[in-house]
């Protein structure tokens, strides 16, 4: 999937800060971040709509999004925990406030915290 | 609270066996149901959905249909591949913000 870009793809972090970055094609105005954990289902973090934060789920502090732009998403990690070690998906859907509007993932960054 | 339940965990099947998941779903009114596959390294694939109540949803031989009666979207698929083989996760749309909540995902291997 081309249309929605995640960088890095593979991140390994002792405590250090990063940031994931994500950029959909397809002219969406919601775009979304996703944690996977291993063998689980993919879960919410958080939700922007037009640059604006929606939907914030239960995530711990050290996760800070931001949305440049509506075709942009970032999300700085701050201090990382064993926990955090996952796949993080970008994904983006038409707008927010439809329940039947389709999701589109990209393939995620895997952090890896040692 | 609304929540979307795949029993099966893993299935193993071989090639050109006929395929059903079952997925159940709690939640007030209408909700939107997905189905989704993810192939290893890659994110989740949307497959279908559907909105409303008798709806069939299909893809790629794949297909469910929304039965509000029993809360269930089951996915079938008449003959599978090798190729089918993936993670499949069914998914609830709710509420007024278009947050997909994902069953536990089944596991299923397809042996040649």
């Known amino acids: 999937n081309t249309k929605i870009t995640q960088s890095p793809r593979y991140l390994i972090l002792g405590r250090a800060n990063k940031s994931l970055e994500c950029e959909q094609h397809l002219g969406h105005n919601a775009m979304y971040w996703y944690k996977q954990s291993a063998e689980k289902p993919p879960e919410l973090m958080f939700l922007?709509?037009?640059?604006?934060?929606?939907r914030n789920e239960t995530v711990p502090s050290r996760f800070i999004p931001e949305c440049p732009d509506s075709s942009k998403l970032l999300l700085h990690i701050s201090a990382v925990d064993p926990e955090d070690s996952a796949v993080y998906f970008c994904a983006s859907s038409q707008d927010y406030s439809n329940s039947g509007n389709t999701l589109y993932f990209g393939e995620g960054s895997r952090l890896i915290v040692v | 609270g609304d929540s979307v339940t795949q029993t099966e965990g893993q299935v193993a099947l071989s090639e050109e066996d006929f395929l059903t998941i079952h997925c159940n779903y709690s939640a007030s009114g209408y909700p939107a149901l997905f189905w989704y596959v993810q192939y290893p390294g890659e994110g989740p694939q949307f497959l279908f959905r559907?909105?409303?109540?008798?709806e069939k949803g299909s893809s790629r031989g794949f297909e469910a249909t929304y039965d509000k009666g029993t809360t269930s979207f089951h996915l079938r698929k008449a003959s599978v591949q090798e190729s089918d083989s993936a993670v499949y996760y069914c998914a609830l749309g709710v509420s007024n913000y278009n947050v997909l909540y994902f069953g536990s995902g089944t596991k299923l291997t397809v042996e040649p």
């Open positions: 559907a909105s409303r109540d008798k």
């Open positions: 922007y709509n037009l640059k604006q934060l929606i």
